[in-house]
């Protein structure tokens, strides 16, 4: 459709990048770098969205439409994540991801 | 031209609203003078519906049956719905006029019986509730707006009853008359469902239609041999027969004089008693032509009744226990009349007679049990070996007292003699066996009547407190009034007022059975006269020679023992106790099995809860890719 790219080059950029997202939110320690791998999720999401809208129904935009909203919904995400973030430093003088743990039983 | 007729019974709903939410911020005497005034209004309303509708000229037809005002209030289907609103026929305003006119008196008298007592606010707001209920379920244009109300009627008595709540006897009474009565509209709630389920509807006009149409869908309908109608009627006549205490329901109306006395002579003597009669008389046309099987068991449970209760009285102490069992006796009679009473013309001779003997019962009873009260007032006991020689304390009460003794008694001219007489009359020509007991009754109800009135009045005088002293004015008023309305009430033109087809017909005094019934009952007074004027000890050597039958009816036949047997032995022990088992057991016992399991299973898993965020992450991930590919592997 998109000049002869058939839709399977997509569909393995966005799986890509979601598992590098889930591997990433999994291994790594840094709350900051754990939020970036959530965006990487939210990312192939709205790959797919676009390109599903595209390839399937090309005369509708509800996929688009609905990339934007995730796009709008990761932004007020982010914010709150990164205000948590910031009480937490403020709280353990760093961000490890292993140090906080008061939740539990 | 009767719109106005809604008002009645609002009048004393508004009065219980007002009296119940604000009369505690008032001196009690407001909301007692509030309560009379409003039920005085609703009184003079109802004198004028009855005088326009049974005086307003139309003679020559039948009575119409007129519905001033109805509002629907919940719809199943097209046909089947159910409406509030007021319906006049002249039984219903014969109804509101025995109503109100009883209970203005007994509100005008409260004032002065309940002079000073605790609660005096609250008497007067449960006093209106139970006014208002009672012409709720007179006016009735459906069965179930009549069931709705005859369960207001029932839970005001309940109130009432329970007055004296400090009393373990009074609260003992309330729950015993609540608990029977409510046994009984189990009954009337099913035989509605069963009719309303035939005819597909609730509507008093269509049922009493005489042509019957509606209950084409009856034919051959039947359950263990008897007719589904019959069925119907005879459930009907359950309830009605546990609001008017026949037997083998009449257990609560003796308990129920712990109420006060106003109460015992508004709800279990004039009014609330009669809605049972009322019932079977609102639903006649039904009975006649439908279920006369039914009919026939009304005929003979009243008959029944109104011999055992006779009986009983006679050996009671307590004044208005007395008067209880003569009530019961009395409604006997009217459920008596009714069940021999055919339709149509001088047949419908019991159906007019029952009527008439309602209204000059609520009447002369309404008079009994005030006086009685006023005696009780007077030497503050209810027992009549506390009493005697008090004629010359009480002359007012000893009046008015006699005359609602002969009245009872059926000494002509008084009302109860020209009632009493029609029933009797109606029996005769109906069934010979009833006729012989509704004889015998009255020449017992002359006795037992007179024992209690010579008892009281004549004798040796006791050793009261204090002097007793007449009643105050407020007391005294409704007792002229009621002895008045007693005398007099025997000479209104029931035969073409108030009829099973709403036709005028003609009586003639039928002396073959007047003479003898006057007789029987002259006998019974001369009887006691004799037994009771002077104090002696021949009474209790005929006791003693009757033995255990004497022992029998002074325990009322043991009825007490006999359902407190079968509940506490047989219903408690076997069927009570083995599904409060399963239920702690079984049913509980399932629920407790799931917390305790939940409880134990989550203690033991709680170390998993680390509290690393990427440990329930990684969880997380996994169990969706094993989900996943069970999913792909399996689908």
């Not at chain 2, 009393?167 to 008359?177: F, G, H, L, Q, R």
């Amino acid at each position: 459709m998109i000049e002869g790219i058939p839709i399977q080059h997509f569909l393995i950029v966005s799986t890509l990048m979601f598992f590098i997202g889930v591997a990433g939110f999994i291994m790594r320690r840094n709350l900051i770098t754990i939020l970036m791998a959530i965006e990487l999720i939210l990312n192939s999401v709205n790959i797919n969205f676009v390109i599903f809208n595209r390839y399937l129904y090309p005369d509708q935009l509800q996929g688009h439409f609905f990339a934007i909203l995730v796009v709008g919904i990761a932004a007020a995400e982010a914010s709150v994540a990164i205000a948590l973030i910031i009480n937490i430093y403020r709280k353990l003088k760093n961000i490890d991801v292993e140090n906080v743990n008061e939740l539990r039983y | 031209m009767y719109n106005y007729t809604i008002l009645i019974p609002m009048i004393p709903l508004v009065m219980f609203l007002v009296t119940g939410l604000l009369g505690m911020k008032w001196k009690p005497i407001i909301s007692g003078l509030l309560g009379t005034t409003g039920l005085g209004i609703s009184w003079v309303l109802s004198l004028m519906t009855a005088i326009t509708y049974f005086f307003g000229g139309h003679h020559a037809e039948a009575f119409p049956t007129i519905i001033p005002f109805e509002t629907l209030w919940l719809t199943f289907s097209e046909t089947l719905q159910i409406k509030m609103g007021v319906l006049l026929d002249p039984i219903s305003v014969m109804m509101l006029v025995v109503v109100t006119t009883i209970s203005f008196m007994v509100h005008i008298y409260s004032l002065g019986y309940m002079h000073g007592e605790k609660g005096f606010q609250r008497f007067y707001a449960f006093l209106s509730l139970f006014t208002f209920s009672m012409l709720g379920l007179v006016i009735a244009t459906n069965i179930f707006q009549m069931y709705i109300f005859w369960e207001l009627v029932g839970v005001s008595s309940f109130l009432l009853i329970g007055f004296y709540y400090q009393k373990p006897s009074a609260v003992a009474a309330s729950k015993k008359a609540f608990i029977v009565t409510r046994f009984a509209d189990l009954g009337f709630l099913i035989g509605i469902l069963i009719l309303s389920f035939i005819t597909k509807t609730f509507d008093f006009g269509i049922l009493t239609n005489p042509d019957g149409a509606v209950f084409a869908n009856a034919a051959g309908l039947s359950f263990m041999g008897v007719s589904a109608m019959t069925w119907a009627m005879v459930l009907v006549f359950m309830g009605g027969a546990g609001k008017s205490a026949m037997f083998p329901l009449h257990i609560w109306l003796p308990d129920a004089m712990e109420g006060p006395t106003p109460v015992s002579a508004l709800i279990h003597a004039a009014t609330m008693v009669v809605a049972g009669v009322y019932l079977v008389a609102r639903l006649f046309v039904v009975y006649h032509f439908q279920a006369p099987d039914a009919l026939e068991v009304v005929a003979y449970i009243g008959g029944f009744t109104s011999l055992f209760a006779a009986v009983i009285a006679i050996t009671q102490y307590d004044i208005k226990r007395v008067l209880a069992f003569s009530t019961l006796s009395q409604l006997g009679y009217m459920m008596l009349a009714l069940g021999v009473s055919g339709y149509g013309g001088e047949e419908g001779l019991g159906y007019m007679a029952s009527v008439f003997h309602l209204f000059t019962h609520a009447m002369f009873k309404a008079l009994l049990f005030l006086g009685a009260g006023s005696i009780i007032h007077a030497v503050h006991s209810n027992y009549m070996y506390d009493m005697g020689g008090l004629r010359k304390y009480l002359p007012i009460t000893h009046i008015t007292f006699l005359i609602a003794c002969l009245t009872i008694a059926g000494v002509p001219p008084l009302s109860g003699f020209f009632s009493k007489d029609e029933i009797l009359v109606a029996a005769l020509e109906h069934n010979k066996l009833l006729f012989a007991v509704e004889f015998l009754v009255a020449g017992l109800t002359a006795f037992y009547m007179f024992r209690l009135y010579f008892n009281i009045f004549w004798g040796k005088d006791r050793h009261y407190h204090h002097t007793p002293h007449e009643s105050p004015l407020t007391m005294t008023i409704p007792l002229m009034f009621l002895a008045f309305a007693s005398v007099f009430s025997g000479f209104l033109p029931f035969h073409s007022l108030v009829t099973a087809d709403k036709m005028h017909f003609d009586t003639h005094l039928h002396l073959g059975v007047a003479v003898p019934s006057v007789l029987i009952g002259l006998l019974g007074i001369a009887l006691a006269w004799l037994l009771y004027k002077k104090e002696s000890k021949t009474p209790e050597n005929i006791a003693r020679k009757l033995g255990v039958l004497y022992t029998a009816t002074y325990n009322k036949f043991y009825f007490d023992e006999i359902y407190l047997f079968i509940t506490r032995k047989i219903i408690f022990n076997y069927i009570s106790r083995p599904i409060a088992w399963f239920d702690r057991h079984i049913v509980d016992g399932f629920m407790v099995g799931i917390g305790t399991v939940t409880e134990k299973v989550s203690y033991r898993i709680k170390g998993m809860q680390s509290g690393q965020l990427q440990h329930y992450a990684f969880m997380f991930v996994a169990g969706a890719l094993i989900l996943a590919l069970v999913l792909v592997y399996y689908m």
